[in-house]
Every structure is written in C-alpha cells, then in structure tokens.
C-alpha cells in the first residue's frame, strides 16, 4: 500500500456552464468543544491564528480557515501536511479541557465550482434546497446535494467550495457536473 496521499479524484475537471474541480488534498481538522469557552477561543487563536467564527461564518488566519459547522463544532481547514500538527498543538492547548479534535482530511473532498455568480447559484440550486440568494461570501452552508451531506460557501460571488464525504466524492462530482452541463441556465440568481 502506498504511504503517498492522494485526493479522492485525482484533480477530475468539468467545464459546462461553470467549472467544476477536484480541489485536491486538503487538510481538514474537526474540534468539538465549547466554543464560548476563553480557553477554546484562545486555543484556536494560537494554533489557527484566526478567531472562534460566528454562526455559518468562516475566519481566516495564518495560512487556516476555521468554518462554524455546529453550536459545539468548527472546521479547521489547513494545508494537507499540517492536519496533524494541527490536532496535537491544539491537544495540547486545550489540555484539561473537555474536547474532542480529529484529522479528517482523508475522510471528505474537496471541490471549487467557479464561473459567473448567478449561473453559479443556479447551478448549486438544482442541486441543494438552501438558499444560494441568501449565501454570502464567507458564509458555511451545511446542507444537502441530492443524495448526501454537503457544506458549501462562496469565498468569493464567482467561487464557491463544496466539501462531502469522500465515499461520495464521485457522485457529488456527477451531481455538479450535470447540474454545470451547456445549456441548463436557468437564469433565476442574476
């Protein structure tokens, strides 16, 4: 068995009415904690150098993004070879505090759908009922894509990310790349 990661597609690409890309390896890190606690917040601070993100919001810090996943739960969001430095330093700041920290890089996928705004939302929409109108740039969505648990967000108007599990990472693939087919405009988000 190789020691090498590899992404779950292989960088696959679509281009239709949006592009639709295999992000490739991401570090992702899960702490579930109270994120009201100074002891949290601090530890984020020091190991992210971001804040404890707002409801659906994304910080951003030294080369990490902390995404708001649930009242108890973010998503740390690093490069690759980082994810487990990350869980240990964050271990070990938050040592003595009820916590629970897991590397799951290897579990989900990453993709970055790009292409003009509105023809962007629209090709989302066909896929998940939350609102895309209503996403902000910045904004964490967890929601659903036909079939299967996605998060989504806009880190800018033309450029969303959706992460899923990696189980499914070909169907989600399928899934946006049908919905970005040539000719499917739906003309709704302008």
Known sequence: MSE?????LAGSAFEGDVKVTEAG????????ADLGAAA???AIAAVCGAGVPEARRITTGKAMQVAWMAPDEVLILCPHDRADSVVADLGKALEGVHHLTVNVSEAR???TVTGEAGVLKDTLSKLTPADMAALAPGEMRRTRLAQVAAAIWFEEAGTARVICFRSVARYVFDLLSTAARPGGKVGYHR
């Open 25 to 32: 390896l991401q570090g992702m890190v899960t702490l579930k």
């Open 109 to 111: 996928a990453v993709f």
């Open 4 to 8: 090498k990661a590899v992404s779950a």
């Open 40 to 42: 949290v917040a601090d």
